[in-house]
């Protein structure tokens, strides 16, 4: 399937808007079907989560350096950081499919990120890092091999009473 056809079907899943605001009304007129309001109540909680947490990183940030970000500037990053991420994901989801796989792995992930290389070194640095531990967990799994009890020694004794 062409990028362009995972891409316009990615924005026509996501891009259903509510024109109504009172939930009993939205429930009641609801121009859609159930499975696709349930989407949207959804995307209208991540796009509030994720504007809550710029939010936060950009008072924090503010505080540190002695300047304040408007609503506006706040609501511009919330919404180009929601972009980006539907891009991320749609890119993911081509990687897997080209690598005629149906779950995205963290090669896939290296590979979105190749176009800035502190994300890619983080990400690889990250990647390693559960390799080992997965490994390390391998290792005592077959390490955990319980030593041989006596009980035939015990066994021939009573047996010659």
Known sequence: MARAEVRGRFLQRNSLRLVQTNPTMMAENN???EED???VAYTQRLKAAVHHTVG???DDH????????SRQVIAAMSEATMKKCGEFAVDLELFARHGKRTVVNADDVKLVARRNRLLERHISQMADSL????EKKKTKKTKKVTAPSNNSDAENDDSNM
């Open 37 to 39: 309001y349930e989407q």
């Open 56 to 58: 936060q990183m950009c």
């Open 31 to 33: 121009p859609f079907g």
């Open 62 to 69: 503010g505080e540190e350096s002695g300047v304040t970000f």
């Open 131 to 134: 390799v080992s531990e997965k």
